[in-house]
């Protein structure tokens, strides 16, 4: 009987499997429970007796079987703290005494300002449910969506809020959703930067509080990017409750992180409230951006794992070329002559880099900024999209035409959304900046932003991109934008309304570019912002990789890459090996150094090729082939950080695992040994125990003695060693494993 049983749960494990893995939506009438179920997640909410819609669970999955208590408001604390301010809800109207972050603040005709939503109705979607609430009296109904990844149990929220009134009304602040935790002990992880060092993990026990992540400037921002990763106690890799999430908003965001006056811990994200209003009218809506959620009982590495996972199947476009493919393609290898040339292009110098990098094995050449109107600088032509005649006197065909020859497809820098008051668009059109009339118009780097909220500013941007797809053979588009906001009015609607540039903006930049994608389906598209000052899961949607950072150093790009991964999938994080010494650090380092720092991400070649040697160039060469054969595992696999770089260490290092866990990648580096230390012990992770594994040094060796093919057992316990002779300043390894 015993033995009949146990035949019996291991027949049954598939299934078991794969019911974990459906996505599944509940609604239980009588208690008014709501259950989203997904990936190793369960997520619960129910209507109060009050009428609100009350968080009760968030984190790790349950069995279908257990059932959660009804929601119940928790009491006021003495005369000060109201039971409504104290109860988490899902999406909290302000009013009725509300001290904490409200998800959705507005103002009436009129002057009232107390907003209080109530649970109306729901109606269960594909992949969850739609709940709809309405304030207790005036009719402003706001509907709650929620649908739920059957693979990664990632959460995906929003809302849209609708006034049915007869008078106009103010929403002074909209977020998205609004997550909460019981009390207990947290370490916030969030990013943070500016240009040229962006992607610092920063790492914080949550005190009690607010703690702002945010950005004002219209953008997404190099300073702070909507990302957030709450743990249980303290940091850890890889063990550890993780609740996680991610704003796809590109213009002014806020993310709040609060420990209540109860110790428990909210989390409200959306649309900046700073120097916000939108204003609806009797039958309008409002969507707000969608903020994703998710829980991981691996630590932040399998917190970022499954943000990967996610944005590789259910964010990222795909082109003609990969429609219905699960995942994306890997990223071609590029070549960009910015830091080699700088302004200075022209057909020559472009066609003589070209033969450079078709020999290297690059499958992209992309020509970068000067190549249109005046443009000498970055004092002038911003807005002129034709192409210079004294730079390319036959226009771009004779250039992408010996590109293609080459066997490389043609790629082209473009900043759309920006003008210099120098060009002639900006003496015809000199309203059609963001401006205050009468007030100066600051300019950075001798620029100002082309107010994209407006229909002509919007028709024109996405009128000269169609036709420089239309007319040229370019299969993709470095997307840049190299300045924050000044002055944001728009003096074309009545004074109330001029805020809502914050949401119009952003809403007609992603319609451009899903237009453009529609009517250019083969097209790829980067987006850059001074490097990574525009990456977010909203933009994601549209674009099919990110600029990182300007700063090219390889080994400042350690840190920065190992922040990036937190929030972000390596098969978007483009990573250039550029020239040594450094412009920015005056830093020498080798060339497989600096080939091996970007090859942890999608390559892309940006140094002075004309100048390599041939010792140089075979090198590149060499790594460029490796790294093809790699790259669906470096790019797509489960990424696991074995050693940090961040807080000073002396080493890192990473491993990718592939799906089919048929292969694993590991690059380690050294920063300065000291004190003859030698390479910390990689214990490998993610390989089947069971397999096989051949190790293959691509560059360095393993300690002698180290088995040529070993079990994933026996690399995940015993681990890697690698040579003594791995010692000394900026030195860098890689290492493969293959099944065999
Ligand atoms: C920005 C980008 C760079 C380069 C320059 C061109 O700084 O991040 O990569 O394209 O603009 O002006």
């Known amino acids: 009987m015993k033995a009949f049983s146990l035949c019996a ?75 409504y301010n104290n109860t988490p809800q899902e999406y909290a109207g302000w009013g009725a005494g509300l001290f904490n972050e409200p998800a959705l603040k507005i103002t009436f005709a009129g002057g009232n300002r107390d907003l209080v939503l109530h649970y109306l109705s729901h109606t269960q979607t594909a992949s969850g449910f739609d709940v709809v609430l309405k304030d207790i009296e005036r009719p402003i109904f706001v509907t709650l969506h929620y649908a739920i990844d059957p693979e990664s149990g990632i959460l995906a929220r929003s809302a849209a809020i609708e006034n049915r009134g007869a008078a106009p009304v103010t929403v002074e602040q909209a977020a998205a959703a609004a997550w909460a935790l019981p009390a207990g002990r947290y370490t916030l992880n969030y990013l943070t930067g500016r240009w040229a060092g962006e992607w610092t993990l920063t790492q914080e026990p949550v005190h009690p509080g607010a703690r702002v992540i945010e950005s004002r400037r219209g953008s997404t921002g190099h300073q702070a990017n909507p990302w957030f990763a709450l743990q249980a106690g303290g940091p850890d890799e890889n063990h550890g409750e993780v609740w996680f999430g991610a704003l796809a908003w590109s213009g002014s965001w806020r993310i709040t992180v609060e420990q209540d006056q109860l110790d428990e811990v909210r989390v409200t994200g959306g649309f900046n409230p700073f120097d916000f209003g939108y ?67 022209n057909e020559a110098g472009q066609m003589a880099l070209a033969e450079k990098a078709a020999a290297l094995g690059v499958n992209r050449f992309v020509m970068d900024d000067g190549w249109f109107g005046q443009r000498k600088d970055d004092h002038a032509g911003l807005g002129d999209w034709y192409v210079n005649p004294q730079k390319f006197p036959h226009g771009l065909k004779p250039l992408i035409d010996r590109v293609h020859a080459l066997g490389m497809d043609f790629g082209l820098w473009v900043e759309p959304e920006m003008v210099n008051p120098d060009s002639d668009l900006y003496r015809k059109h000199p309203d059609w900046v963001l401006n205050f009339p009468d007030r100066p118009r600051s300019e950075q780097r001798n620029q100002l932003v082309l107010n994209l909220a407006r229909t002509d500013v919007r028709d024109y941007v996405f009128g000269f991109l169609d036709k420089l797809l239309t007319e040229n053979e370019i299969a993709f588009l470095k997307w840049d934008y190299n300045r924050n906001w000044s002055e944001p009015g728009w003096d074309q609607l009545p004074p109330g309304e001029e805020k809502e540039v914050y949401v119009a903006y952003t809403r007609n930049l992603y319609e451009i570019l899903a237009e453009l994608r529609k009517r250019h389906p083969q097209v790829e598209i980067e987006s850059c912002s001074g490097g990574g000052g525009r990456v977010d899961l909203g933009i994601l949607r549209y674009v099919d990789e990110v600029w990182t950072s300007d700063n090219t150093d390889p080994f400042d790009r350690l840190t920065l890459q190992d922040g990036f991964t937190y929030a972000y999938t390596p098969q978007v994080m483009m990573a250039w090996v550029t020239d040594s010494p450094h412009w920015l650090n005056h830093r020498s380092t080798s060339l497989v150094y600096r080939m091996l720092s970007s090859m942890q991400g999608s390559l892309g070649i940006g140094a002075n090729i004309r100048k390599w040697t041939p010792e140089e160039t075979a090198t590149a060469k060499r790594l460029i082939a490796t790294y093809h054969e790699l790259q669906p595992t470096i790019t797509q696999g489960g990424l696991y950080r074995l050693i940090s770089p961040r807080n000073g260490s002396e080493f890192s290092a990473t491993e990718t695992v592939n799906g089919s866990r048929s292969q694993a990648v590991l690059f380690a580096f050294i920063h300065s040994t000291q004190e003859e230390r030698g390479f910390p012990l990689l214990k490998l992770e993610g390989l089947d125990p069971r397999a096989e594994y051949k190790l293959t040094a691509v560059e360095g060796k393993a300690k002698e003695g180290t088995p040529a093919v070993a079990s994933g057992a026996w690399w995940m316990h015993h681990g890697l060693e690698m040579s003594e002779e791995f010692r000394g300043d900026f030195q860098a390894s890689l290492f493969r494993l293959d099944r065999q």
Do not use: C
Not at 33 to 57: A, C, H, K, S, W
Not at 295 to 312: C, F, P
């Open 279 to 345: 204003v609806l009218k009797p039958g309008e809506k409002l969507e707000t951006p969608v903020f994703y959620g998710g829980y991981s009982a691996q630590g932040l590495g399998g917190a970022s794992r499954l943000l990967h996972s996610y944005e590789l199947r259910r964010i990222l476009p795909r082109t003609a070329k990969t429609a219905g493919r699960p995942t994306p393609r890997p990223r071609p290898v590029l070549y960009n002559s910015w830091e080699a040339t700088g302004f200075n292009v």
């Open 9 to 83: 749960a291991l027949l049954l494990l598939p299934s078991l499997v794969a019911a974990q893995n459906a996505p599944s939506a509940t609604y239980d009438a009588t208690d008014r429970v709501f259950r989203l179920d997904g990936g190793q997640m369960t997520y619960v909410f129910g209507v109060n007796p009050r009428g609100e819609l009350q968080q009760i669970y968030w984190g790790g999955r349950v069995a279908a079987t257990d059932t959660f208590p009804p929601a119940r408001p928790k009491p006021g604390w003495a005369s000060f703290d109201s039971s």
